[in-house]
C-alpha cells in the first residue's frame, strides 16, 4: 500500500485539516496538527507496506503534532534526516535532530514539536513482532541513537535506498527487505543497550508510565479497578 498527502490545496486550514484526516487513518488515533505561523503549512508522507512492516517518510514545514492513544500497537523506529525538534510521551521528553534514531510506543499518545522543517523516515513493527524479535525493546523508550556509525548508520542507509528504490520491488522482495531492515533495526537496538544495571530501572519507569496512561484514559470506567489495570 501506497499513500501520499501532497500540499496541492490552496486554503492551508483545509490541508491541515485533510492531513489530519489521513494521518488519522494511518495511525487509527486522534491526530492534531498545529501548524507554526512562520512558514506556509505542508506536510507529504508515503506510506509502504513491506511484508510485517509499514514504512513511512514524512516531511513538511515547522509544526506541532499531537497523536492519541489508542491506535495500533506498535512500535515506531523515528529516523531523523532534517531539521530539529522533540518528541514527547507521557513524562518523557527527547532531543530530536539529523543523525539520530527515536524508539517509541506507537500505541500510546505522543507529541512532536518541530521547529524547523524536516524530513524523517519511520519503521512501524507490530509489538507482538517486535518483543519477539528483541524482547528489550522497552529499555530503549524514548532514547536517541546516533546514526552515523555501526549498525544505525547501515539502517539509515539501507531506509533511504529502500525508499528510493520501493516501486521496483516485487512481492518476494518486499517480503526480504523487511526482513533485513528489522535485522538492522535489532542489530541497532542490541548495539544501543546500557549496562545491565540500568536496564531494570528504565522497564519498571516504562511499566508505571504505562499504568498511569492506562488510568488517565480510564478514569470514568465504573469497571476501572486492580484487576482490570493488572490486565492492560
Same mark, same amino acid.
Given at each position: 500500500? #501506497?499513500?501520499?498527502?501532497?500540499?496541492?490545496?490552496?486554503?492551508?486550514? %483545509?490541508?491541515?485539516?485533510?492531513?489530519? +484526516?489521513?494521518?488519522?487513518? *494511518?495511525?487509527?488515533?486522534?491526530? =492534531?496538527? &498545529?501548524?507554526?505561523?512562520?512558514?506556509?503549512?505542508?506536510?507529504? *508522507?508515503?506510506?509502504?507496506?513491506?511484508?510485517?512492516? $509499514?514504512?513511512?517518510?514524512? /516531511?513538511?514545514?515547522?509544526?506541532?503534532?499531537?497523536?492519541?492513544?489508542?491506535?495500533?500497537?506498535?512500535?515506531?523506529?523515528?529516523?531523523?534526516?532534517?531539521?530539529?525538534?522533540?518528541?514527547?510521551?507521557?513524562?518523557?521528553?527527547?532531543?530530536?535532530?539529523?543523525? *539520530?534514531?527515536?524508539?517509541?510506543?506507537?500505541?500510546?499518545?505522543?507529541?512532536?514539536?518541530? !521547529?524547523?522543517?524536516?524530513?524523517?523516515?519511520v519503521v512501524r513493527v507490530p509489538?507482538?513482532?517486535?518483543?519477539?524479535?528483541?524482547? +528489550?525493546?522497552?529499555?530503549?523508550?524514548?532514547?536517541?541513537?546516533?546514526?552515523?556509525?555501526?549498525?544505525? /548508520?547501515?539502517?539509515?542507509?539501507?531506509? $533511504?535506498?529502500?525508499?528510493?528504490?520501493?516501486?521496483?520491488?516485487?512481492?518476494? %522482495?518486499?517480503?526480504?527487505? #523487511?526482513?533485513?531492515?528489522?535485522?538492522?533495526?535489532?542489530?541497532?537496538?542490541?548495539? #544501543?543497550?546500557?549496562?545491565?544495571?540500568?536496564?531494570?530501572?528504565?522497564? &519498571?519507569? =516504562?511499566?508505571? &508510565?504505562?499504568?498511569?496512561? =492506562?488510568?488517565?484514559?480510564?478514569?470514568? %470506567?465504573? &469497571?476501572? !479497578?486492580?484487576?482490570?489495570?493488572?490486565?492492560?
Amino acid at each position: 500500500m #501506497s499513500k501520499a498527502i501532497v500540499a496541492g490545496v490552496d486554503d492551508e486550514l %483545509d490541508r491541515v485539516a485533510r492531513s489530519c +484526516a489521513a494521518l488519522r487513518a *494511518v495511525h487509527r488515533a486522534d491526530h =492534531y496538527i &498545529e501548524p507554526d505561523r512562520s512558514a506556509p503549512f505542508e506536510l507529504r *508522507v508515503s506510506v509502504h507496506t513491506l511484508g510485517a512492516l $509499514r514504512l513511512m517518510e514524512i /516531511a513538511g514545514s515547522p509544526q506541532s503534532t499531537r497523536i492519541g492513544h489508542g491506535g495500533e500497537d506498535v512500535v515506531l523506529a523515528i529516523v531523523v534526516h532534517a531539521g530539529h525538534g522533540r518528541i514527547r510521551q507521557g513524562a518523557r521528553e527527547a532531543v530530536l535532530g539529523p543523525g *539520530v534514531l527515536c524508539l517509541l510506543h506507537g500505541g500510546e499518545a505522543f507529541e512532536l514539536i518541530l !521547529n524547523e522543517g524536516f524530513r524523517h523516515q519511520v519503521v512501524r513493527v507490530p509489538r507482538e513482532r517486535m518483543t519477539e524479535s528483541f524482547p +528489550a525493546w522497552p529499555v530503549l523508550l524514548m532514547c536517541t541513537i546516533p546514526t552515523g556509525r555501526g549498525p544505525a /548508520a547501515m539502517l539509515a542507509a539501507h531506509l $533511504r535506498a529502500t525508499q528510493e528504490h520501493l516501486e521496483s520491488l516485487t512481492p518476494a %522482495d518486499q517480503k526480504g527487505v #523487511s526482513e533485513a531492515l528489522l535485522c538492522l533495526l535489532v542489530s541497532t537496538l542490541s548495539a #544501543s543497550l546500557p549496562a545491565p544495571s540500568e536496564r531494570l530501572s528504565r522497564i &519498571e519507569r =516504562y511499566h508505571l &508510565e504505562r499504568v498511569k496512561a =492506562y488510568v488517565r484514559a480510564h478514569l470514568a %470506567d465504573p &469497571e476501572l !479497578n486492580v484487576a482490570t489495570i493488572s490486565a492492560a
